[in-house]
């Protein structure tokens, strides 16, 4: 097992922590839900799109017979502001094993018209009634030890202070990943860290969908500055992790055009591979 700093003595639970609050949405008739996106999962007052997956995959959940999100496919179209909003959702289809279903959040723009500002199409299941055997060439990224790495308070700060997200992760990067924070980017398309919620809350397949789009963007260490925007995001949630805190490893092998793939897989403390997804995200040359 690898090395981990043990929790918050009075660590939030799931259930009752900010990141169950700030995801909550509340049902107004069948397939409509509201919810208030809180700016405190911001980056550069644009709403965090794995927070924002969170959402809609708790809207799901409470539109889907099965409780689990297996595989979401998110497609952002507008950016997000913080403040209320509106999600519709729809069941496609409904299995003995799998249910499918999809959702939309909308908000109204500063004329007051309506603009939906993601669409998801997404699969549900029951993570606790898969099967146990696993067999894969998969390994977990060689992450240093969490007392080795170093998150925002440690200085030079890896994250900008623009990122009001920040305050609420617990985010340890991987020396080896961190050159762009001191000036000399490395050139490669990786970033590896430690992940937890701020307030010790452990992970759950909901939070998995916030992990994998919650570190600095890989451009940084390519060499490129500012906003990545998400075009398109597909999560994989593969096994309920375990307590403790999460490696996250993210490669990109190609930016070409203005538009870069992340790919990333998420590790719990028993070494296994909870969550994987990639990404297609916009970035600004020049």
């Not at 099965?66 to 909003?85: C, K, M, Q, V």
């Not at 909308?106 to 669409?119: A, K, S, T």
């Not at 490669?188 to 397949?205: I, Q, S, T, V, Y």
Request: charged fraction near 20%; include cysteine.
């Amino acid at each position: 097992m690898p090395e981990a700093a043990s929790a918050p003595a009075a660590a939030a639970v799931i259930g009752d922590s900010e990141f169950d609050r700030d995801t909550a949405v509340s049902r107004r008739e069948p397939g409509v839900h509201t919810v208030d996106l809180s700016a405190g999962w911001t980056i550069f007052n644009a709403v965090n799109g794995g927070y924002l997956l969170a959402v809609l995959g708790r809207a799901l959940a409470d539109t889907l017979p099965h409780p689990d999100p297996f595989t979401l496919t998110a497609h952002y179209l507008t950016a997000s502001r913080p403040g209320p909003a509106v999600i519709r959702t729809q069941t496609v289809r409904t299995g003995r094993t799998l249910s499918t279903g999809q959702a939309s959040l909308l908000q109204y723009d500063d004329e007051g018209n309506e603009v939906e500002r993601i669409r998801v199409l997404a699969s549900y299941g029951d993570l606790s009634a898969l099967p146990d055997d696993v067999r894969t060439t998969a390994t977990p990224p060689a992450i240093p030890p969490l007392e080795q790495c170093f998150g925002p308070e440690d200085g030079p700060a890896p994250l900008d202070s623009g990122s009001q997200i920040a305050d609420r992760l617990m985010i340890k990067l991987d020396p080896a990943t961190l050159g762009w924070a001191l000036g000399a980017p490395s050139g490669k398309g990786e970033m590896r860290a430690w992940f937890g919620l701020a307030d010790g809350r452990d992970a759950d397949p909901l939070s998995l969908l916030l992990a994998v789009d919650a570190l600095p963007p890989t451009a940084f260490e390519i060499g490129l500055k500012g906003w990545v925007p998400t075009v398109e995001l597909t999560v994989h949630v593969r096994h309920r992790p375990a307590p403790g805190p999460l490696r996250v490893s993210i490669t990109t092998r190609n930016l070409a055009g203005g538009f870069l793939e992340e790919d990333a897989e998420v590790w719990d403390c028993d070494d296994r591979l909870v969550a994987q997804s990639r990404q297609l995200a916009r970035v600004r040359l020049g």
